[in-house]
T-cell receptor, first 109, second 115 residues
Framework: GQNIDQPTEMTATEGAIVQINCTYQ??????LFWYQQHAGEAPTFLSY??LDGLEEKGRFSSFLSRSKGYSYLLLKELQMKDSASYLC??????????WGAGTKLIIKP | DAMVIQNPRYQVTQFGKPVTLSCSQT?????MYWYQQKSSQAPKLLFH???????NEADTPDNFQSRRPNTSFCFLDIRSPGLGDAAMYLC??????????????FGPGTRLTVL
């Protein structure tokens, strides 16, 4: 079957660095997406990886290892506004997104 | 700014009373999606349109229907809402998959309450 695993909740301190891990098993693979979702709002696109390695975009970076079925989202210099859920989604061979349930990130001062 | 718009943002209906949610986009994307998302859960794809071609997910209840009268607009009709249909309904759009940009862009969502 198809499956996305990510931690349910993480806590970090303002100004620190946090890494949110995601493992995936999908029928085929056409890329790995990370979305940010604030409570009661829609997901907003953060990053897309289809090749192995690290993609950096400002304070956020995303890493992919296709052989391990593994990705992580790295958030640096955490700000209070980064408190949100972070959703990992893998695109399968039919170009359908298979979603994780999200990791709720709590930032403490 | 190009965007995905959903109306209304909050919808209250009564058990069994039909309701229609709307989505419009100015991105000129070929593909439009409807997702249902319940609290602390992953978005669940209900169906999607590739242009006028309708694709229903196998486990989407018959209670849910959709219409896409033109490229810009897509509607979600819930014929007889039950208490279990209370959720956030998300509309998303994308370019045709497999053509270099598969990112889905979401509207702000409609939160449906069923009384």
């Amino acid at each position: 079957g198809q499956n996305i695993d990510q931690p349910t909740e993480m806590t970090a301190t303002e100004g620190a660095i946090v890494q949110i891990n995601c493992t995936y098993q999908t029928s085929g693979f056409n890329g790995l997406f990370w979305y940010q979702q604030h409570a009661g709002e829609a997901p907003t696109f953060l990053s897309y990886n289809v090749l192995d390695g690290l993609e950096e975009k400002g304070r956020f970076s995303s890493f992919l290892s296709r052989s391990k079925g593994y990705s992580y989202l790295l958030l640096k210099e955490l700000q209070m506004k980064d408190s949100a859920s972070y959703l990992c989604a893998s695109m399968d061979s039919n170009y359908q997104l298979i979603w994780g349930a999200g990791t709720k990130l709590i930032i403490k001062p | 700014d190009a965007m995905v718009i959903q109306n209304p943002r909050y919808q209250v209906t009564q058990f069994g009373k039909p309701v229609t949610l709307s989505c419009s986009q100015t991105l000129n994307h070929n593909v439009m999606y409807w997702y249902q998302q319940k609290s602390s859960q992953a978005p669940k794809l209900l169906f999607h349109y590739y242009d006028k071609d309708f694709n229903n997910e196998a486990d989407t209840p018959d209670n849910f229907q959709s219409r896409r009268p033109n490229t810009s607009f897509c509607f979600l009709d819930i014929r007889s809402p039950g208490l279990g249909d209370a959720a956030m309904y998300l509309c998303a759009t994308s370019k045709p998959p497999g053509q270099g940009s598969d990112t889905q862009y979401f509207g702000p969502g409609t939160r449906l309450t069923v009384l």
